[in-house]
């Protein structure tokens, strides 16, 4: 396990940008290969009549989930190593997971249900059955990626300043 450890240190950065790069270029190939062979005109799709025909999105989605999965697994399987390996970073971790479960549920329980606009089409018909529910987790989920960024980048900026005057 300190091997891989290791190596991941040394060389996770490039395994992840590589990993994103290969989703990223199948993703696109679909989505080119896929509307031609369907018949569709990319620039068209959004003025198509029955959108729920288009499966030229599958591959990226699927791929999408997986990644979803797998990065839930590495992170629950994280917090438990560093639990058992040093429980003051495990608890750290757990912190900071609790306050992300938190910024989405007050965002979850403050958005309101978007049934109007482009998005009427889809609103609790087939294939698709977006409720309220739904709605409202689909808003707090696009709000707390949104807030989590901006902390992010902003805690990157901080940090680098910090570091310029140390």
């Known amino acids: 396990m300190t091997k891989l450890y290791n190596y991941l240190i040394k060389d996770g950065d490039a395994i992840a940008v590589g990993l994103g790069a290969i989703c990223i270029i199948i993703f696109a190939l679909g989505i080119y290969f896929g509307s031609n062979s369907g018949g569709y005109v990319l620039s068209e799709l959004t003025d198509a009549p029955d959108k729920s025909k288009i499966n030229c999105f599958n591959a990226g989605l699927i791929i999408m989930i997986a990644m979803i999965i797998i990065s839930i697994l ?12 040093d429980f003051k970073a495990g608890v750290q971790t757990m912190i900071g997971f609790g306050v992300m479960l938190a910024v989405f549920l007050v965002l979850y329980f ?11 089409a889809y609103w609790s018909k087939e294939p698709f059955f977006i409720t309220e529910g739904l709605s409202k987790f689909i808003s ?9 960024t901006a902390v992010a980048v902003l805690a990157m900026v901080f940090y680098e300043v910090r570091s310029i005057f140390k």
């Open 140 to 148: 707090a989920g696009i709000y707390t990626t949104g807030i989590l």
């Open 110 to 120: 403050t958005s309101s249900p978007d049934t109007g606009g482009r998005f009427a």
């Open 74 to 85: 590495l992170m629950v399987f994280g917090v438990m190593w560093d639990l058992l390996k």
